[in-house]
């Protein structure tokens, strides 16, 4: 998928109508994304967006230069496959592939797209009735600085987005 297609995806991800019939309910956020936090444990922190909650993986998943995922981070993403399963069935997943700002910028988009497209390929089977999508967004999305080193750890990231809205 082009750039300008991805980010233009990305940017109306919350004018896209939900698949789910359920996609009107209230949501309580805090208490949701609490207990979401401490079923999927260590190396996953949750957020919550408009559209619902992204679950942030680190740089656990991959070796350096790489998108072949590791047999470790193969059991973290089998936790988050678990929690979808049992409270999120049925709803739109969108994986997000992020990298550092270290090297060049077409490198980085390639590869970020190829680590978001192994997660999804990953999960996809795996979960009950959800529609997974994904795409990559190289560095154009840092969620910390890129001046340290603990600022470009945070930045490789792969990021899974389940729309509640």
């Known amino acids: ?71 470790e981070a193969k059991e973290t993403i089998d936790r988050i496959i678990n929690a979808i399963n049992r409270s999120y069935s049925g709803r739109e997943i969108i994986v997000q592939g992020h990298t550092d700002n270290v090297g060049e910028e077409e490198y980085n ?9 192994a997660v999804a390929d990953y999960i996809s089977p795996n979960l009950q009735s959800n529609i997974v999508s994904h795409s990559g967004f190289g560095d154009k999305n840092p969620i910390a600085s890129n001046d340290t080193a603990e600022g470009r750890r945070r930045n490789r990231r792969v990021d899974i987005i389940i729309k509640l809205r």
């Not at 309580?28 to 949750?46: A, F, H, P, S, Y």
Request: aromatic share 4%; glycine share 4%.
């Open 1 to 71: 998928m082009a750039i300008s297609a991805q980010k233009t995806a990305f940017e109306n991800v919350s004018d896209t109508p939900s698949r789910d019939l359920n996609a009107n309910m209230p949501i309580n956020n805090d208490e949701e994304r609490r207990e979401l936090e401490e079923n999927l444990g260590e190396n996953i922190t949750v957020d919550t967006v408009p559209e619902g909650f992204v679950l942030r993986l680190g740089d656990i998943l991959f070796n350096t230069d790489s998108y072949v995922l590791r047999d």
């Open 109 to 117: 988009q390639i590869l970020s797209e190829n680590r978001a497209k």
